[in-house]
């Protein structure tokens, strides 16, 4: 279950499907003796880190909700696992993912949503907001070279080279779609934080870098939200 402010809704739901669906994936993983085990944790987990950008080496004790604290829960989970059965095992911590099929309750889906029909798009914070946006053959990428090189027990990050505003990701999808964006400026949402920015050298080290920046991701978005909707 992803999502942060979904998971203060529903944080009964959010654990026991991000939290024992885990550890019944873990035994399957022990029962079966698989080699590699890669999974899908989240930024989520720094919290209001104040350290920027994020390094895997900072604390994440303080999630700021139910979401971020199972994906932590997770990860102390699969440590636990691994070792007490020597599982290989790799916590990608996913910045900000984007792109085609992408989930409908993230910003760009409901912005590019919103925009389309003329109706006017939430921006939180302000607009005083910025992400490592990444894109999701990146994280397709990453993910597949960690399960090549998955040894022992890891926390990595996975997230976009550059730091982006939240007013540029608008504007480059308002470019995008040939229409501008009406905006209602409203306060942070419980649960988020303002900047979350990736310390990547951990994964670069292991020869992944990301290749796919904004302006060629959202274009990438458009063109399947246009087809995929008849919009063309």
């Given at each position: 279950?992803?999502?942060?402010?979904?998971?203060?809704?529903?944080?009964?739901?959010?654990?026991?499907?991000?939290?024992?669906?885990?550890?019944?994936?873990?035994?399957?993983?022990?029962?079966?003796?698989?080699?590699?085990?890669?999974?899908?944790?989240?930024?989520?987990?720094?919290?209001?880190?104040?350290?920027?950008?994020?390094?895997?080496?900072?604390?994440?004790?303080?999630?700021?909700?139910?979401?971020?604290?199972?994906?932590?829960?997770?990860?102390?989970?699969?440590?636990?696992?691994?070792?007490?059965y020597?599982l290989?095992?790799?916590?990608?911590?996913?910045?900000?993912?984007?792109?085609?099929?992408?989930?409908?309750?993230?910003?760009?889906?409901?912005?590019?949503d919103?925009?389309?029909?003329g109706?006017?798009?939430?921006?939180?914070?302000?607009?005083?907001?910025?992400?490592?946006?990444?894109y999701?053959?990146?994280?397709?990428?990453?993910?597949?070279?960690?399960?090549?090189?998955?040894?022992?027990?890891?926390?990595?990050?996975?997230?976009?080279?550059?730091?982006?505003?939240?007013?540029?990701?608008?504007?480059?999808?308002?470019?995008?779609?040939?229409?501008?964006?009406?905006?209602?400026?409203?306060?942070?949402?419980?649960?988020d934080?303002?900047?979350?920015?990736?310390?990547?050298?951990?994964?670069?080290k292991?020869?992944?870098?990301?290749?796919?920046?904004?302006?060629?991701?959202?274009?990438?978005?458009?063109?399947?939200?246009?087809?995929?909707?008849?919009?063309?």
């Open positions: 279950m992803a999502g942060v402010r979904s998971s203060l809704l529903k944080p009964k739901l959010y654990f026991d499907v991000n939290v024992m669906g885990s550890i019944n994936l873990l035994e399957a993983a022990v029962r079966h003796k698989v080699k590699n085990f890669v999974f899908a944790s989240s930024s989520s987990v720094y919290g209001n880190n104040k350290k920027l950008p994020f390094s895997e080496s900072d604390p994440v004790d303080t999630p700021i909700s139910p979401y971020a604290a199972s994906k932590k829960a997770d990860e102390l989970v699969a440590h636990a696992y691994h070792h007490l020597g290989n095992i790799t916590a990608l911590r996913f910045f900000t993912v984007y792109g085609p099929w992408g989930r409908p309750d993230m910003a760009l889906f409901l912005f590019a919103a925009i389309t029909k109706e006017p798009i939430k921006v939180f914070n302000h607009g005083k907001m910025s992400r490592n946006f990444t999701i053959d990146d994280i397709v990428s990453g993910t597949i070279t960690v399960l090549d090189k998955c040894k022992g027990y890891d926390v990595i990050n996975i997230g976009g080279d550059r730091e982006e505003t939240l007013a540029r990701y608008i504007k480059v999808l308002e470019n995008n779609l040939g229409k501008k964006a009406r905006k209602k400026m409203l306060p942070l949402q419980p649960g934080v303002p900047n979350t920015v990736a310390d990547i050298r951990k994964l670069r292991i020869g992944w870098k990301p290749t796919t920046r904004i302006d060629k991701g959202i274009k990438k978005f458009v063109e399947w939200y246009k087809d995929y909707y008849n919009l063309n």
